[in-house]
């Protein structure tokens, strides 16, 4: 028997048909981006956070080869791109899922011109990437502080104490 695709890979979106599909989303249009490696507490905190504050939700993942280049492990990421983009798809708080290959998101940024740009409470907001552009076109720029104190890092860090 075949089975539907089920209905989230519809928001995976390339960078090629973002402007086209992000015309289809309400605004305002929050923009958000990061590795999302193993998806934790923290991490849906967070991006259920910047969900509300708009009426859709963009996150651009970095690629593999751009994670690599963050200097996280030499086994990072673990969850390679395409599954990482499925796994925030099926998010109900996510709207639409791209990614980069650049080590910032900021030409994407340029292109999706986000009514909303938010990063975690680590980023301070003159250091988010678009910011001064989001701003200056009368946007609004957020980093949202963390309620949960856990990582990616922290998780892998247990996993390998275990074995």
Not at 87 to 116: K, S, Y
Request: glycine fraction near 8%; hydrophobic fraction near 40%.
């Amino acid at each position: 028997m075949d089975y539907p695709q089920p209905d989230f890979e519809r928001k995976i979106c390339p960078p090629d048909q973002l402007a086209r599909r992000m015309a289809e989303l309400p605004r305002p249009l929050v923009f958000t981006n990061g590795c999302f490696d193993i998806l934790h507490r923290g991490h849906v905190t967070y991006l259920g956070q910047a969900r509300a504050l708009g009426a859709s939700l963009v996150v651009a993942l970095n690629t593999d080869a751009s994670v690599k280049r963050q200097g996280k492990g030499d086994d990072r990421p673990i969850n390679v791109m395409e599954n990482r983009a499925a796994v925030m798809a099926a998010l109900g708080c996510v709207d639409l899922v791209t990614w980069f290959d650049e080590d910032t998101p900021h030409a994407l940024i340029l292109a999706c011109r986000p009514d909303v740009l938010v990063k975690g409470g680590d980023w301070a907001i003159e250091r988010i990437v678009g910011s001064r552009e989001v701003l200056e076109w009368g946007g609004q720029v957020h980093s949202i502080p963390f309620l949960h104190q856990t990582s990616t890092t922290q998780t892998l860090q247990r996993i390998r104490q275990l074995g």
